[in-house]
């Protein structure tokens, strides 16, 4: 069936170096979301690409979707302590509105 | 309050027994979402729920989960007859439905469930 898996899956940096994750997804994606879970909470909403070879960024988180809209990367910049957490990302299945998360990279950030 | 809320936050229960889940999601959002998050691990989605449709429970593991939702309101998750392998955060999420490209979930605080 439908997969959407993600690498690797857990980090560990130190504070100001670069981290990014990987997300590759069986079937190409109508749009990606990415999530952060901090320890202990629940997963809040990043950010949604739509468009093929799209680049958003907020702050020194950078995001993109692939060219065939099946794969997305997640990077940041300088890592801080702040950052720490669990991020996933996820599609929806394909001809449904089932949304599938993947697995998640968890990051953890020594200071 | 304008997010999605869960209760109980945390339920101890001893095996054998059935627990019900709440879910309220945001006003005016059609879907719903249940996911079963072992500690550790990633999201399981386990049923969805969109407007008057009837409900995808194709991630229920066993018949001893069910849930139901009334309209477009409020949602239970009930699980009969527990066993120690259901122990884990039950995470509720709703979108507001009615588009493919708004697949955003606002998720709830979750209800922690310890079956002993």
């Known amino acids: 069936g439908q997969q959407v898996m993600q690498i690797p899956q857990y980090q560990h940096v130190q504070e100001g170096e670069d981290f990014t994750t990987y997300c590759n997804s069986s079937?190409?994606?109508?749009?990606i979301q990415w999530y952060k879970q901090r320890p202990g909470g629940h997963p809040v909403f990043l950010i949604q690409?739509?468009?093929?070879?799209e680049v958003k960024k907020q702050k020194r988180l950078t995001f993109q979707f692939g060219e065939a809209k099946k794969n997305s990367s997640l990077h940041i910049t300088a890592t801080q302590t702040t950052d720490v957490g669990t991020y996933f990302c996820?599609?929806?299945?394909?001809?449904?509105?089932?949304?599938?998360f993947g697995a998640g990279t968890r990051l953890f950030v020594k200071a | 309050g304008a997010g999605v809320s869960q209760s109980p936050s945390n339920k101890v229960t001893e095996k054998g027994k059935d627990v019900e889940l709440r879910c309220d999601p945001i006003?005016?959002?059609?879907?719903l979402y249940w996911y079963r998050q072992r500690l550790g691990q990633g999201l399981e989605f386990l049923i969805y729920f969109q407007g008057n449709s009837a409900p995808d429970k194709s991630g229920l593991p066993s018949d001893r989960f069910s849930a139901e939702r009334t309209g477009e309101s409020v949602s239970t998750l009930t699980i009969q007859r527990t066993q120690q392998e259901d122990s884990a955060v039950y995470l509720c999420a709703s979108n507001p439905g009615g588009s493919r490209l708004t697949d955003t979930q606002y998720f709830g605080p979750g209800t922690r469930l310890t079956v002993l």
């Open positions: 690409l739509v468009k093929s070879g």
């Open positions: 006003s005016g959002h059609t879907a």
């Open positions: 079937t190409t994606l109508s749009n």
């Open positions: 996820a599609g929806p299945r394909t001809g449904g509105f089932k949304t599938i």
